[in-house]
Protein backbone atom coordinates (compact mmCIF):
# COMPACT_ATOMS: atom_id res chain seq x y z
CA UNK A 1 0.00 0.00 0.00
CA UNK A 2 1.11 3.01 -0.94
CA UNK A 3 1.94 6.02 2.12
CA UNK A 4 -0.18 8.64 0.57
CA UNK A 5 -3.30 6.38 0.31
CA UNK A 6 -5.88 6.16 2.97
CA UNK A 7 -8.44 3.45 3.84
CA UNK A 8 -12.18 3.67 3.30
CA UNK A 9 -12.06 3.40 7.22
CA UNK A 10 -10.39 6.44 7.52
CA UNK A 11 -11.98 8.57 4.42
CA UNK A 12 -15.59 7.52 6.40
CA UNK A 13 -14.32 9.25 9.49
CA UNK A 14 -13.01 12.42 7.75
CA UNK A 15 -16.31 12.81 5.92
CA UNK A 16 -17.88 12.37 9.55
CA UNK A 17 -15.75 15.01 10.93
CA UNK A 18 -16.20 17.50 8.03
CA UNK A 19 -20.35 16.86 8.25
CA UNK A 20 -19.78 17.23 12.17
CA UNK A 21 -18.23 20.64 11.60
CA UNK A 22 -20.36 22.37 9.02
CA UNK A 23 -23.28 21.25 11.37
CA UNK A 24 -21.59 22.89 14.15
CA UNK A 25 -20.80 25.62 12.18
CA UNK A 26 -24.57 26.33 10.94
CA UNK A 27 -26.27 25.81 14.26
CA UNK A 28 -23.56 28.59 15.63
CA UNK A 29 -24.77 30.82 12.50
CA UNK A 30 -28.57 30.06 13.52
CA UNK A 31 -28.01 31.02 17.39
CA UNK A 32 -26.38 34.25 15.70
CA UNK A 33 -29.01 35.18 13.64
CA UNK A 34 -31.43 34.33 16.24
CA UNK A 35 -30.13 36.44 18.78
CA UNK A 36 -29.63 39.18 16.14
CA UNK A 37 -33.60 38.93 15.82
CA UNK A 38 -34.22 38.75 19.78
CA UNK A 39 -32.09 41.68 20.25
CA UNK A 40 -34.03 43.82 17.61
CA UNK A 41 -37.58 42.87 18.79
CA UNK A 42 -39.74 45.94 18.09
CA UNK A 43 -40.21 48.45 20.70
CA UNK A 44 -44.18 50.89 20.35
CA UNK A 45 -43.63 53.99 22.15
CA UNK A 46 -47.37 55.58 21.65
CA UNK A 47 -46.69 59.64 21.19
CA UNK A 48 -50.06 61.76 21.32
CA UNK A 49 -50.93 63.78 17.14
CA UNK A 50 -52.10 66.90 17.25
CA UNK A 51 -53.78 68.59 13.86
CA UNK A 52 -54.51 71.95 13.62
CA UNK A 53 -56.43 74.21 11.03
CA UNK A 54 -58.36 77.19 10.48
CA UNK A 55 -61.60 78.83 7.86
CA UNK A 56 -60.63 82.19 7.51
CA UNK A 57 -64.09 83.36 5.21
CA UNK A 58 -67.18 85.39 6.06
CA UNK A 59 -70.78 83.88 5.49
CA UNK A 60 -74.26 84.55 6.79
CA UNK A 61 -75.99 82.40 8.79
CA UNK A 62 -80.22 82.43 9.50
CA UNK A 63 -81.31 82.49 13.55
CA UNK A 64 -81.46 78.65 14.56
CA UNK A 65 -79.43 77.74 11.32
CA UNK A 66 -76.61 76.52 10.36
CA UNK A 67 -73.73 76.57 7.32
CA UNK A 68 -70.36 74.71 6.94
CA UNK A 69 -67.35 75.99 6.30
CA UNK A 70 -64.62 73.94 5.32
CA UNK A 71 -62.60 71.01 6.08
CA UNK A 72 -59.86 68.81 5.12
CA UNK A 73 -58.34 64.93 4.38
CA UNK A 74 -55.42 62.99 5.08
CA UNK A 75 -54.16 60.20 4.15
CA UNK A 76 -51.13 58.18 5.07
CA UNK A 77 -49.35 54.78 5.01
CA UNK A 78 -45.52 53.50 6.12
CA UNK A 79 -44.03 50.45 6.08
CA UNK A 80 -41.32 48.62 8.86
CA UNK A 81 -38.75 46.07 8.12
CA UNK A 82 -37.24 44.43 11.09
CA UNK A 83 -34.33 41.57 10.92
CA UNK A 84 -31.81 39.90 8.59
CA UNK A 85 -32.36 37.26 5.77
CA UNK A 86 -34.97 34.92 5.66
CA UNK A 87 -35.87 35.68 8.87
CA UNK A 88 -36.90 39.58 8.33
CA UNK A 89 -40.57 40.85 9.31
CA UNK A 90 -42.08 43.34 7.26
CA UNK A 91 -45.23 45.21 8.33
CA UNK A 92 -47.32 47.93 6.70
CA UNK A 93 -50.19 50.21 7.56
CA UNK A 94 -52.65 52.91 6.28
CA UNK A 95 -53.88 55.74 7.90
CA UNK A 96 -57.03 58.12 6.73
CA UNK A 97 -58.90 60.91 8.65
CA UNK A 98 -61.24 63.78 7.61
CA UNK A 99 -62.01 67.00 9.87
CA UNK A 100 -64.51 69.52 8.82
CA UNK A 101 -66.08 72.60 10.69
CA UNK A 102 -69.49 74.71 10.74
CA UNK A 103 -70.67 77.44 12.65
CA UNK A 104 -74.07 77.55 13.86
CA UNK A 105 -76.09 80.85 15.49
CA UNK A 106 -79.04 81.69 17.50
CA UNK A 107 -79.99 84.87 18.43
CA UNK A 108 -81.55 85.68 21.61
CA UNK A 109 -83.50 89.09 22.09
CA UNK A 110 -83.59 89.98 25.63
CA UNK A 111 -84.94 93.03 25.52
CA UNK A 112 -88.28 91.40 23.13
CA UNK A 113 -88.39 88.18 25.85
CA UNK A 114 -88.48 90.58 28.12
CA UNK A 115 -91.25 92.52 26.66
CA UNK A 116 -93.46 89.34 26.33
CA UNK A 117 -93.06 88.59 30.14
CA UNK A 118 -94.12 92.10 31.33
CA UNK A 119 -96.88 91.65 29.06
CA UNK A 120 -98.41 88.22 30.02
CA UNK A 121 -97.57 89.45 33.66
CA UNK A 122 -99.93 92.63 33.64
CA UNK A 123 -103.23 90.78 32.51
CA UNK A 124 -102.53 89.20 36.11
CA UNK A 125 -102.24 92.35 37.58
CA UNK A 126 -104.74 95.20 38.58
CA UNK A 127 -104.91 97.78 35.77
CA UNK A 128 -103.54 100.43 37.84
CA UNK A 129 -102.47 103.21 35.60
CA UNK A 130 -100.12 106.23 36.17
CA UNK A 131 -101.92 109.48 37.36
CA UNK A 132 -105.07 107.60 38.71
CA UNK A 133 -106.24 107.91 41.92
CA UNK A 134 -106.27 104.38 43.61
CA UNK A 135 -108.07 105.35 46.31
CA UNK A 136 -111.15 106.78 43.57
CA UNK A 137 -110.63 103.21 41.69
CA UNK A 138 -111.37 101.41 44.79
CA UNK A 139 -114.46 103.54 45.87
CA UNK A 140 -115.81 102.76 42.06
CA UNK A 141 -114.83 99.15 42.16
CA UNK A 142 -116.84 99.16 45.50
CA UNK A 143 -119.69 101.08 44.21
CA UNK A 144 -120.36 98.79 41.16
CA UNK A 145 -120.42 95.19 43.21
CA UNK A 146 -122.67 97.05 45.47
CA UNK A 147 -124.71 97.80 42.01
CA UNK A 148 -124.69 94.68 41.00
CA UNK A 149 -125.43 92.38 44.37
CA UNK A 150 -128.49 94.59 44.54
CA UNK A 151 -129.45 93.74 41.21
CA UNK A 152 -132.37 91.07 41.27
CA UNK A 153 -131.19 87.76 40.97
CA UNK A 154 -132.92 86.95 38.26
CA UNK A 155 -132.23 89.55 35.56
CA UNK A 156 -131.17 87.76 32.71
CA UNK A 157 -130.58 92.06 31.11
CA UNK A 158 -127.72 92.38 34.26
CA UNK A 159 -126.48 89.00 33.59
CA UNK A 160 -126.25 89.58 29.70
CA UNK A 161 -124.69 92.74 30.29
CA UNK A 162 -122.55 91.59 32.59
CA UNK A 163 -121.29 88.65 29.95
CA UNK A 164 -121.04 90.99 26.96
CA UNK A 165 -118.70 93.55 29.00
CA UNK A 166 -116.28 90.72 30.04
CA UNK A 167 -116.53 89.76 26.40
CA UNK A 168 -115.14 93.06 25.04
CA UNK A 169 -112.63 93.43 27.72
CA UNK A 170 -111.56 90.13 26.85
CA UNK A 171 -111.66 90.71 23.01
CA UNK A 172 -109.76 93.98 23.15
CA UNK A 173 -107.16 92.67 25.68
CA UNK A 174 -106.41 89.39 22.58
CA UNK A 175 -107.07 92.13 20.19
CA UNK A 176 -103.61 94.49 21.57
CA UNK A 177 -101.94 90.95 21.82
CA UNK A 178 -102.39 90.20 18.22
CA UNK A 179 -101.10 93.55 17.25
CA UNK A 180 -97.91 93.11 19.11
CA UNK A 181 -97.40 89.64 17.82
CA UNK A 182 -97.71 91.14 14.17
CA UNK A 183 -95.19 93.99 14.86
CA UNK A 184 -93.02 91.52 16.01
CA UNK A 185 -93.05 89.21 13.58
CA UNK A 186 -92.63 91.72 11.14
CA UNK A 187 -89.12 93.04 13.20
CA UNK A 188 -88.48 89.71 11.95
CA UNK A 189 -88.74 88.71 15.71
CA UNK A 190 -90.46 85.15 15.35
CA UNK A 191 -89.78 83.95 18.89
CA UNK A 192 -91.61 86.63 20.78
CA UNK A 193 -94.11 86.63 17.93
CA UNK A 194 -94.69 82.90 18.89
CA UNK A 195 -94.97 83.93 22.40
CA UNK A 196 -97.96 86.49 21.63
CA UNK A 197 -100.01 84.43 19.44
CA UNK A 198 -99.53 80.73 22.07
CA UNK A 199 -101.25 83.51 24.94
CA UNK A 200 -103.81 84.80 22.28
CA UNK A 201 -104.45 81.06 21.15
CA UNK A 202 -104.44 79.50 24.45
CA UNK A 203 -107.39 82.20 25.69
CA UNK A 204 -109.03 83.40 22.89
CA UNK A 205 -111.77 81.53 20.97
CA UNK A 206 -113.50 81.88 17.59
CA UNK A 207 -111.72 83.74 14.55
CA UNK A 208 -108.89 85.12 16.91
CA UNK A 209 -108.10 81.86 18.54
CA UNK A 210 -107.85 80.62 14.89
CA UNK A 211 -106.11 83.08 13.56
CA UNK A 212 -103.26 82.58 15.89
CA UNK A 213 -102.87 79.01 15.87
CA UNK A 214 -102.51 79.19 11.91
CA UNK A 215 -99.70 81.66 12.51
CA UNK A 216 -97.86 79.41 14.90
CA UNK A 217 -97.92 76.76 12.66
CA UNK A 218 -96.68 79.13 10.00
CA UNK A 219 -94.06 80.13 12.23
CA UNK A 220 -93.45 76.84 13.13
CA UNK A 221 -93.33 75.59 9.30
CA UNK A 222 -90.78 78.75 8.26
CA UNK A 223 -88.48 77.60 11.06
Known sequence: MK??????AVIHFLLRRRQAI??????????????????????TVQLPTFRFFSVSTTV??????????????SSGSRS????????????????????????????????????????????HRAPWR?????????????????????ALPGSVASIKAEKAAEEAEKTAELRELLT?????????KPA???AFYQMVARRGSGELARFAAERLQALQTTR
Open 192 to 194: VAK
Open 80 to 123: TSRGIGPLANRAGTHDTGASGMSVSATIHDFEAMDKALLAEASL
Open 22 to 43: FFAAGLVASQSLASIALAQQPT
Open 3 to 8: RNERSP
Open 180 to 188: KAQAYENQG
Open 130 to 150: EGVDIAAEMRSIEARRAATSE
Open 60 to 73: SVPDRGSTYLGGIG
